[in-house]
């Protein structure tokens, strides 16, 4: 994980930005199988947060509820939190739909894209959002991922 280039500049007088990053999985199959998230927040490369966790298994599973479970982890750890922050995730669905890019019509992560978007309201101007490739994401790939190995989960969609 590297600051990007659209990193915000934070004037000296403000604690260093937060950086976070958020990943969800769900195997063996998608929708309907088990989903995990992973989650990271550092303070001036401090690492204050470094979780994955387990969301559920069956019908109303899926990588985007997983991706949401991710964020909002995320987003309520920076809720407790002073200063600006630059949340990193490689979901495009949840980092434009958080922007306001794209709109959410339906699908099983609904109610946590609705608490997702209060939590962004709430952080306001402090908070930012950024898409980035998998390949900037393996940290909470790995966390997410870790999580599914640790219950025996077999992976079929992705490489574990």
């Known amino acids: 994980m590297h600051l990007s280039e659209n990193a915000m500049v934070v004037p000296e007088n ?13 195997e063996p199959v998608n929708p309907g199988g088990h989903a ?8 001036g490369g401090k690492e204050l947060l470094r979780e994955g966790g387990y969301v559920g298994h ?5 990588n985007n509820v997983a991706e949401y479970a991710g ?10 939190l002073d200063g600006p922050a630059l949340i990193r995730g490689d979901s495009k669905l949840v ?14 992560y609904l ?27 393996s940290l909470c790939d790995d966390l997410s991922k870790q999580v599914l190995r640790d219950r025996g989960i077999r992976f079929r969609i992705q490489r574990e």
Do not use: H
């Open 14 to 26: 403000q604690q260093p930005l937060l950086e976070a990053w958020f990943d969800g999985v769900c």
């Open 36 to 43: 995990a998230y992973g989650a990271v927040v550092l303070r």
């Open 58 to 62: 069956g019908e109303g599973m899926s």
């Open 71 to 80: 964020v909002l982890r995320v987003l309520e750890f920076l809720a407790t």
């Open 95 to 108: 980092i434009s739909q958080l922007t306001g890019e794209w709109k959410a019509k339906k699908g099983l």
């Open 111 to 137: 109610d946590r894209y609705r608490q997702a978007v209060a939590l962004v309201a709430r952080l306001g101007s402090r908070v930012r959002l950024e898409w980035v490739g998998r390949d900037q994401n």
